[in-house]
């Protein structure tokens, strides 16, 4: 037994496997249970809120019973007024490393926690700046970590974050796809026994 008692059981509607690793980390247990939608059919008209409508959607999508609490989030990257998804392929996740290099930018967790009687959005956001980075590096990165899955097409916990940071401000695992001081803190005070 962890230090967090939930009233519920806890689910994760996500496939990432960070987000897992992070739930993980701070010994809350849960069970996956994911439903595709199709995220870029559904993108917000107000940028800064997308990755919240994002995670309301993809809770939206799957059922739960009466004892059960869901937790769904999304993760967004904008820069320079431009939201950055996920890399389909190779030239992409150049190109967007490419904009990221030497610049400012902002990443966005929406998180939904939702009971069949209470849903709760929450959103963190993160500003991080970057050294500017060579081609080459950027070739190499996109070579060996092959970041397709990843909001900006990188992981902060990768080779990238290490290089590229200089400096941050915000929570750093939001970054990672989950903003877990926040949702602990959220899950704490609202579904604790």
């Not at 917000?44 to 990755?51: F, Q, V, W, Y």
């Not at 902060?156 to 401000?169: C, D």
């Amino acid at each position: 037994m962890g230090p967090l008692q939930l009233s519920h059981r806890l689910l994760l509607g996500s496939g990432s496997p960070r987000r897992a690793a992070l739930l993980n980390g701070i010994g809350l247990p849960f069970e996956l249970r994911v439903a595709p939608i199709d995220e870029e059919a559904l993108h917000h008209p107000i940028l800064e809120e997308t990755a919240k409508h994002l995670a309301r959607l993809k809770s939206q999508a799957i059922t739960i019973t009466s004892n059960e609490l869901l937790l769904t989030a999304d993760t967004t990257v904008i820069c320079q007024g431009q939201l950055l998804g996920k890399a389909p392929d190779r030239e992409s996740a150049i190109a967007m490393l490419q904009q990221l290099s030497g610049q400012s930018h902002r990443v966005d967790t929406g998180v939904c926690l939702r009971t069949v009687d209470k849903e709760i959005l929450l959103q963190s956001t993160t500003i991080l700046e970057w050294y500017p980075l060579e081609n080459q590096e950027i070739e190499w990165y996109v070579d060996h970590y092959q970041p397709y899955d990843k909001a900006g097409a990188y992981g902060i916990q990768e080779w990238m974050g290490q290089r590229a940071i200089r400096s941050l401000q915000g929570c750093p695992l939001n970054v990672m796809g989950l903003p877990l001081p926040l949702v602990y803190e959220t899950l704490r005070s609202e579904f604790s026994v």
